[in-house]
């Protein structure tokens, strides 16, 4: 062995055993999804004080949930869970295989994972293509977790037509898709345009030559899987010292000028249309009574920075918003190397009297571009130190 081939084999080992671990998350992953859903189903089903709860179940059992400090089970998660396991009966026989180590669990737990995993249930998902709860063939549940991420499950649980669904599952295992290419593929009309064609096969080809493929690094960063393992965003998330030193520096500058900010989160994960977005900072003001929602941008300022802050802005208000609360406020802060801007982004807000306090409560635009021009002259000089 010389250098090279050292040098070469540890790089591969490196590949192989990350490609393994991101394997691994992701199944527990899925395998915990699925049954989330198959544990809804069952209560909904059977459960002895179902009748209590109604209309109301996901809303009780989300807050039940946060309380109990599980993640992603919001209620609109909570529901994609309970479609996720009635579009995918098959995976049953995966988590019946990857999840015998929960017999070890509470006998409640282990009663209930017993009838929804027994093998007389998973007899029909046996092979690489099987039959789906609709008739349509589907590829095999193990098949599904193994080279699918559960990313690319829910974009796939959403498509209401099964041959349809069954033509993405296979095209997206036959060309390793990232879930970006699944989601473009099927933005692009691929299965209808197939359908139409004289020559799929040749249509195939095509489709997957300029394909984006799935890599081990695709998985770990999904945010399903950080939040899954209880990583913070800001650990897995690329993001540049600058930016990350900026942000940190700003937030205690914000929550020291004792005018009422509340620190919420840092990096603050929004799941809108299926799609995750991350919020800088996010703050609650209890003298304003609304939330504060900053963005950074190391950056000059684009349309779209407004464009992003305002849409973080308008989930706010739509899905955050309680009784008693003022409209959320975006603040966005574009910085160049000799260039700072301001925006504040209002969202609409026509309360005369409330623009009067938030004028008087939150910094003044000039002074936060005076602290974020010092800050960043004083980390570039210190080398990021």
Same mark, same amino acid.
């Given at each position: ?5 050292l040098?070469?084999?540890i ?12 394997g691994?998350?992701n ?8 049954l989330?859903?198959?544990?809804? %189903? ?19 059992l ?14 609109p998660?909570?529901?994609a ?5 009635r579009v ?27 009838s ?16 789906s709860?609709t ?6 549940g ?9 990313t %690319?499950?829910e ?65 770990i ?24 030193a900026?942000?940190?520096r700003l ?7 004792? %005018? ?20 800088d900072?996010v ?16 950056d ?11 849409t ?6 739509? %899905?955050?918003m309680?009784?008693?609360?003022q ?5 966005l ?6 260039h ?17 306090k ?5 910094p ?10 010092e ?5 570039e ?5």
């Open positions: 062995m010389n250098f090279d081939a040098v070469h084999a790089a591969d080992i490196h590949l192989r055993t990350q490609s393994t671990a991101a691994a998350v199944i527990a992953l899925t395998c915990r999804n699925w989330i859903g198959a544990y809804i %189903h069952e209560y909904e089903l059977q459960g002895q004080d179902r009748a209590e709860y109604g209309e109301q179940l996901m809303q009780r989300a807050n039940a949930l946060r309380k109990q400090g599980v993640p992603a089970c919001e209620r998660r909570l529901y869970y309970l479609s996720f396991y995918y009966p098959q995976i049953r026989e995966a988590v019946s295989r990857e999840w015998t180590s929960i017999e070890n669990s509470t006998t409640a737990t282990h009663e209930i994972f017993r929804l995993t027994g093998k007389s249930a998973s007899a029909e998902a046996t092979g690489t293509i099987v039959r709860a008739g349509i063939s589907s590829a095999s193990g098949l599904l977790v193994e080279r699918l991420s559960y %690319h499950l974009l796939l649980t959403g498509i209401e037509y099964p041959l349809k669904r069954a033509f993405y599952e296979i095209e997206c295992i036959k060309g390793n898709w990232s879930v970006r290419e699944l989601k473009r593929q099927i933005g692009s009309l691929y299965f209808e345009r197939s359908g139409l064609s004289r020559d799929k096969a040749k249509l195939s080809e095509m489709a997957n030559a300029a394909a984006v493929q799935s890599a081990p690094k695709h998985v960063r999904d945010p399903y899987i950080f939040e899954f393992l209880g990583l913070r965003p800001h650990e897995v998330l690329p993001e540049s010292k600058l930016e990350a900026l942000i940190e937030q205690y500058f914000l929550l020291e000028l004792g %005018h009422g900010f509340c620190f919420e989160g840092r990096q603050k994960r929004l799941l809108i249309g299926g799609e995750a977005f991350f919020v900072l703050f609650y003001h209890r003298v304003l009574k609304c939330h504060v929602l900053v963005e950074l941008k190391v000059e300022f684009r349309h779209e920075h407004l464009g992003q802050i305002n973080y802005v308008s989930y706010y208000r739509t %899905h955050e309680t009784e008693g609360d409209p959320p406020i975006g603040i802060l574009c910085t160049g190397k000799n700072a801007l301001v925006e504040y982004a209002l969202a609409g807000m026509d309360n005369r009297l409330f623009v009067s938030y004028q008087l409560e939150l003044k635009p000039e002074e936060l571009q005076r602290y974020i021009e800050q960043r002259r004083l980390l000089r210190g080398g990021m130190e």
